[in-house]
């Protein structure tokens, strides 16, 4: 069974950063493709990034694109999302996300994705 815990979020003020961690258990980890997404109350959950198998492709919603990056550490079944320029707007509980076994893309779906962390809340105050 694979298993997710992120950590790192918390109460920001605008324009600060945060660095959002994750740490997966079970399966192999270079096999899936990875993501985080972002639920603000009362909303949808949303596809914030995802990255590739091997890294190597990024993918982003428009709302974060040259403010937040995702990378991976497959050494150590650990994926980030560096969160900058932070706005009130990003405030929500934002979820690490695994795909099915050796998915060929990056998806941007809820149900590209298998496996769910509990999440982590991030609160932006301006």
């Known amino acids: 069974q694979v298993q997710l815990v992120e950590s790192g979020g918390g109460l920001v003020q605008a324009g600060e950063s945060l660095r959002l961690s994750c740490v997966v258990s079970?399966?192999?980890?270079?096999?899936?493709?990875m993501g985080w997404f972002g639920q603000a109350r009362g909303k949808e959950r949303e596809f914030v990034a995802g990255?590739?198998?091997?890294?190597?492709?990024?993918s982003y919603a428009d709302s974060v694109k040259g403010r937040f990056a995702i990378d991976r550490d497959n050494a150590k079944n650990m994926v980030y999302l560096q969160m900058n320029s932070l706005k009130s707007e990003d405030t929500a509980v934002y979820f690490c996300?695994?795909?099915?076994?050796?998915?060929?893309?990056?998806?941007?779906?809820?149900?590209?994705?298998?496996?769910w962390g509990q999440g982590t809340q991030v609160t932006v105050s301006s």
């Open positions: 996300v695994s795909s099915f076994n050796r998915a060929p893309v990056v998806g941007t779906r809820v149900y590209d994705y298998a496996y």
């Open positions: 079970g399966g192999t980890f270079s096999m899936y493709v």
């Open positions: 990255i590739s198998r091997r890294g190597d492709t990024t």
